[in-house]
């Protein structure tokens, strides 16, 4: 993903391109806290194994289980993270169920889970930027790693930032998937500014609530689609106008607009169809659920449409931008619902369902220093940020 300086307006303020704030120079971690010895990237005294959630074969939800699993190593720019939130997506119970990279998953039993939050518990340098002990997030390489679905994770240094300050891991663990591909959709590849009219179907979800909120960081005017009860979730988002799709087609009252950000496709209702009729000429459709729709391209280009699909990946640098919007106040975050690790199948299960208010998220270890109120957010699930502490 390409850079952008984040935007000088109202809602931002002035933000020169400058290096990332997350990535200068390392001021030394209380080792202590994470409560791990370390000698200059090396581990010491961690056990073999780990607890994670894996499944044996793909499956239902019901193939989710809690197993000890041989613990991960970390080799060349890979860091060891020790998890303590790690977010659930879309993709995630695709593999599971035997689609999204579960043709390439190398071997049994697998741990799903890209998102994560956690602890660094080594380094792959002295002088790397992040040290053990420092707190981040970030997204796992499924397949090609162990997910996040586990007490460890190695990751890429291209894949790991600092932790938004103001977020507790819970609440940053919701990050990285649905940041990024709302990133990506809306700055990249739709160029979200000032004068533009952009719709965003399926506002309120994971992807959906980022993307209404960096597209009106950037100054565009946001309509967005939601159900009955994510009207008023919308507008606190800072939606401009927000259509309830369960009383209005949005096609009946739109036109001219410059882009869509399209988070549905055609499964349902020939959604993705009828964002082309609202478009204008050589305006953009930018679609994420890219199996959904085969015959996009065609469409779009006998309308006069430019339409392209968008696939996440992971981006430092990118995080690092969407720390500032976090930090500074201009975006939040948003939990429905946090889960025990134990009980993936449930989170699973709801995240199939659909409909649900930004993201859910597994609770896979205690934060250094976490206090005894945290288990509010846990068993079957919590809501909202406020109890998505540590």
Excluded: C
Excluded at 116 to 124: D, E, K, L, M, Y
Excluded at 242 to 248: A, E, P, S
Excluded at 371 to 389: D, F, H, I, K, L
């Amino acid at each position: 993903m390409r850079r952008r300086p984040l935007p000088a307006s109202p809602t931002v303020g002035p933000a020169p391109r400058r290096p990332p704030p997350n990535r200068g120079p390392h001021t030394p971690a209380n080792h202590s806290a994470a409560g791990e010895n370390r000698q200059m990237g090396n581990v010491t005294n961690l056990p073999p194994t780990m607890r994670a959630l894996v499944i044996d074969h793909p499956g239902t939800p019901d193939e989710l289980h809690v197993a000890q699993v041989p613990a991960p190593t970390a080799v060349f720019d890979e860091l060891l993270v020790r998890v303590v939130a790690a977010g659930v997506n879309p993709i995630d119970a695709k593999t599971r169920a035997g689609g999204g990279v579960a043709p390439v998953i190398p071997a049994y039993p697998a741990v799903l889970g890209l998102d994560f939050s956690g602890v660094v518990i080594s380094a792959p340098y002295a002088a790397f930027p992040l040290q053990p002990g420092d707190e981040v997030f970030g997204m796992a390489r499924v397949p090609r790693t162990l997910g996040s679905y586990a007490e460890l994770v190695t990751v890429s240094s291209l894949s790991v930032a600092r932790k938004p300050a103001r977020l507790s891991h819970v609440e940053a663990a919701a990050v990285p998937v649905a940041a990024l591909t709302a990133w990506g959709m809306v700055v990249d590849l739709a160029a979200a500014a000032p004068g533009q009219r952009m719709l965003i179907h399926a506002g309120s979800g994971g992807v959906g609530h980022f993307a209404v909120q960096f597209a009106k960081a950037f100054g565009a005017h946001v309509i967005a689609t939601g159900s009955t009860r994510n009207v008023g979730f919308l507008r606190e988002l800072g939606a401009d106008e927000v259509i309830d799709y369960t009383q209005t087609r949005f096609d009946d009252v739109l036109s001219g607009l410059d882009a869509v950000i399209d988070l549905v496709g055609n499964v349902h209702d020939n959604t993705g169809t009828r964002s082309l009729a609202v478009l204008r000429p050589d305006g953009i459709l930018v679609n994420a659920p890219t199996g959904s729709w085969p015959t996009m391209a065609e469409e779009a280009a006998a309308r006069g449409i430019r339409a392209t699909g968008f696939k996440v990946a992971a981006d430092a640098g990118v995080l690092d931008y969407i720390t500032e919007l976090i930090d500074d106040g201009s975006v939040r975050v948003h939990v429905d619902r946090v889960f025990d690790l134990a009980d993936g199948a449930s989170a699973h299960r709801l995240i199939e369902e659909g409909h649900t208010r930004g993201k859910i998220v597994l609770r896979v270890t205690d934060a250094p220093g976490a206090s005894s109120g945290a288990a509010s957010a846990s068993g079957s699930g919590s809501a909202g940020n406020a109890e998505a502490r540590p």
